[in-house]
Structures are given as C-alpha cells and as structure tokens.
C-alpha cells in the first residue's frame, strides 16, 4: 500500500527498516514520563486548572512529533500527581516502574486475552496468576476466575454468578422479580455493588443494606436479622458482601461470623477485598483477614495495593466450576483448544488486555518481602498518624485504622454545618500550604478528612506537615 500519508514511526516495520525512528519516538515519550515522575515531587499533588490543545482533535495531515510533544508535555503537567509523597487522598499511587514498562509491552504484543489461539502463552500465564492469587486466599485446587479492568466489573461478575446459583437458569434469572431477590451488604460497602445489582436486573434496591458497629464493620447480628426477616417474607437470600478494607474508613467487616451465616443460610457469600485483599502478602497483617478463605468469590485489585499500574484486577471463585456452569457462553468464532477454556467464555469482557504481563513482571520484580515491607509501612504510618490526632482536642477520629487509612475530622464548637466547613477549608490549605492533598468524603452524612499512607516515599515528615496545619487550625478555630 502506499504509506506516503502516514509519518516514519506511524508502525514498527516487522522488516526493522524504521527502527531508528521509532526508538527516537519512543526514547523521547519514555524520557518525557521519566522526568515528569521523577520530579513529581517540585510540583503540587493536584495541578492548577490547564486548558486542552488548541490543535484540531483529529488533524488532516500527520503533525510534526515536536508539536505534539510539546502539547503532549502541557497535558501531562496537567495531570493529576499521585507520584507526590503528598498525595495521600485516594486509593491511587506511584506504580511500580516494571509494572508501566510491562503495560508498554503489552501495548506492543496486543494481544487479546479473549482466546487461547489470540495469546497463547499470555492467557496460560493468566491461569497460572489466578491460580498462585487464589492459593494465596486459602482457596482451594478447583479455584478458578480471571482478570478484570477494575473492581467493579470483578463484583458484577461475582453477584452475576450468585444471581445465577440463587435464582435458577443463567437465561432467566433476572426475569421474575416477584421472588424479592435481595444482597446484604454493610451500609459502608462500595456503590459498584449496587451498581451490579441495577445491572443484573434485580434492582438498585435489592441491597439491603446492614448495619455497621463503632468501627464501620458490619454487624453480624444486624446481618442475621436481615437474613432473617427477609427470608420470612418469602423473599430470596441472592448473595452476602462482605468489605475487606471499605472505601472511606479502611474497616474490615468480620469475615468468620458473616460466613457461618451465609453457611447455615445456604447463601453465596462474596468478599469485596479490592482493597485490601494486599493484606494477604503481609505476614503481621494477613490474619487480619483470616476466615475469608471461606467466600465462595472474592475481589482483589493488584493496582491498589501491589502497585501495578491501572489497570489491574480479578475476580477469584473457590469452585471453578461453578463460574464454568453459571457463567460461561460458548463463542463458536473460536478455535479449538484441546480442553482449555478460552477466557473470553468466562469474562464479561470480549476483547481483553493483557493485564496478567505487568502483573507478573511486577510480582516477580517486587516478591513477597517486598510487598510485605510496602504493607507494614502503610499500616505503621497509618496507626501512628490516628494515634496523634486521637490526642488531640477538637479532632474526631473515625475509628481505629485496621489498614492504611485514617479518617478524621475537626470538630469546633457549633453546628456541623460549620464544622464541615472548617474541614474542608482544612482541605484546602493542606493542599496549598503543605502540598499534602486529602480527600473530604461524606461519612454517615457529614465531611471528613481520609489520608491513605499508600506511596513508598510518603516519610512521616510529611505526615507531620499534616499534623503542624491540624494544630494550626485547632489554635485558630478551637482553642482559640
């Protein structure tokens, strides 16, 4: 064909005629992001407000590489600045550096993680990560699951499959709402679960939700008279979601207790741990989390806690064959494999990134010391930071942290109204006075500050910085 329109670099000529242009290309884009991460410390948390190109979205000719790269730079300033040891608001970090090479590789294999004859080797690798993930949850050898784009589409697969067990055939489940299926879940679970259950076809509703004790676990006697109640009035128990490291307070909801209700109740317990299911490589913090080996789905995110780059997931089953008989539809576009099931029959994704590459690259490059050190640290950072604030008058601490999380608030004299004012004018001046960003979510109605100690180079100087702006503001607007 004639490739006169198209720039040298456009492909990778399998003949290597373009090599040198297309290592200038890739030389200056590698060198570009290594000098944004590895100054990310010089520049805010959060940019200012940056403006988009001016250049036409979609140009008529092929535009010169400086020009785009010079608008490339302006974007990538623009972005939001997890790299900052400041950055300690959200459930997002630094990524392993193996993990962003490996997610270029990738890019460049393209493979798809649909079929076996797609990427052969690449989805045999799949199989061999779920399955070391599922050992790693104290599953059993008929395990089973695959990789998803991110947490919630690893919690609507595992309530499609509940649906699926509770309410009979795959092809009619969601038809008869006159059964009242329902899914208990804590009043702090994640809202990708009511999500699924509006999906499924059950309704938004369905989620019952169960009450939490002083710590924003969920209550297990509040969990069994909702069961209980529920069932009395002829509905359908569909599913049980427990949290493993809930999104605002880092609360782990009793796993023992919760599974022998759904034990004695015969319902599908699935255990959310997209969080902090990273507690599972921590020697002194796995036991934190013992009893979920007892769920029959679990959720974990690699791209939280393990820091691969997004993104990164799975959905793990204790019963493999329960995910093959309630889940899998045929594609007869694929070829045969001689008994492997092509993964693309199993997920709710057709076509599908190879996420399994810079997983693995970036467990073989980290390992299990290192993922244990990573863990502690957080936790320490986290327990120290809660302790300091719970001595401090005016600062309401949510609950003990149970994992990397702490959420605080201040608390002056006067309405709560005001109140949630100063904490997010707290926000604010953390953010530009001390370059430590927080986020302001709402807990059981109200505004308060949650630090996530998640990135390797947060010191408790930083932490402390923190700290100094807290008892600047209890001296002005408490003390004072």
């Known amino acids: 064909m004639d490739r006169s329109h198209l720039p040298a670099a ?57 020009d785009i790269l010079a608008e490339l ?11 900052h040891p400041g950055y300690i608001g959200h459930m997002d970090s630094i990524p392993a550096t193996i993990s962003v090479l490996g997610e270029l590789l990738s890019a460049e294999l393209n493979n798809n993680m649909l079929s076996l004859e797609m990427s052969p080797l690449l989805s045999r690798l ?39 067990r509770a309410l009979g055939d795959a092809a009619w489940a969601a038809l008869d709402r006159n059964r009242r299926p329902a899914i208990f879940a804590s009043a702090q679970a994640h809202a990708s679960i009511r999500k699924a259950a509006m999906i499924l076809g059950v309704g938004a509703e369905a989620v019952i939700p169960v009450a939490v004790d002083a710590d924003y676990r969920m209550d297990p006697a509040a969990l069994e008279t909702a069961v209980a109640e529920h069932l009395a009035a002829g509905g359908v128990a569909m599913a049980m979601v427990a949290t493993v490291g809930t999104t605002i307070t880092g609360s782990i909801d009793p796993l023992p207790p919760i599974a022998e209700i759904a034990r004695r109740h015969g319902v599908w317990l699935h ?27 679990i959720t974990f995110n690699p791209q939280k806690w393990l820091y691969v780059a997004k993104t990164c997931a799975c959905v793990l089953f204790r019963d493999n064959d329960t995910l093959l008989q309630s889940f899998r539809i ?73 994992t990397n999380l702490v959420c605080f608030r201040l608390v002056p004299p006067g309405d709560e109204t005001e109140a949630d004012r100063l904490n997010a004018e707290l926000q604010r001046a953390l953010l530009a006075e001390a370059r430590i960003f927080l986020s302001l979510p709402r807990l059981l109605g109200r505004r308060w500050l949650r630090a996530v100690l998640l990135n390797p180079y947060t010191e408790w100087a930083d932490i402390q910085r923190l700290l100094d702006k807290v008892d600047e503001f209890r001296a002005r607007f408490i003390d004072g």
């Open 10 to 66: 456009a492909f990778v000529a399998p003949d290597g005629s373009n090599r040198a242009a297309v290592e200038d290309l890739t030389h200056r884009i590698v060198e570009l992001a290594a000098n944004w991460a590895s100054t990310a410390g010089a520049r805010s948390p959060l940019p200012d407000d940056g403006s988009l190109p001016d250049s036409p979205v979609i140009p008529e000719t092929a535009r010169p590489v400086d």
């Open 73 to 83: 730079g302006s974007l990538v300033d623009g972005s939001m600045n997890a790299a």
């Open 126 to 164: 799949e199989l061999a990560v779920v399955d070391a993930f599922a050992r790693q949850f104290g599953f059993g050898p008929g395990a089973g699951g695959v990789l998803t784009s991110g947490g919630s589409l690893a919690n609507l697969q595992a309530l499609a499959v509940a649906r699926n």
């Open 271 to 297: 255990v959310d741990a997209a969080y902090g299911g990273g507690l599972a490589f921590s020697k002194s913090a796995a036991p934190l989390i013992a009893g979920i080996e007892a769920a029959d789905s």
């Open 330 to 402: 045929d594609a007869p576009y694929m070829a045969e494999t001689n008994g492997f099931v092509n993964l693309g029959e199993l997920s709710l994704q057709g076509t599908r990134h190879a996420e399994v590459l810079k997983l693995w690259l970036t467990l073989q490059h980290i390992g299990r010391q290192g993922f244990d050190s990573l863990i502690e640290a957080g936790i320490g950072h986290a327990t120290r930071l809660a302790s300091q604030l719970a001595q401090r008058s005016g600062v309401a601490v949510a609950c003990r942290p149970q």
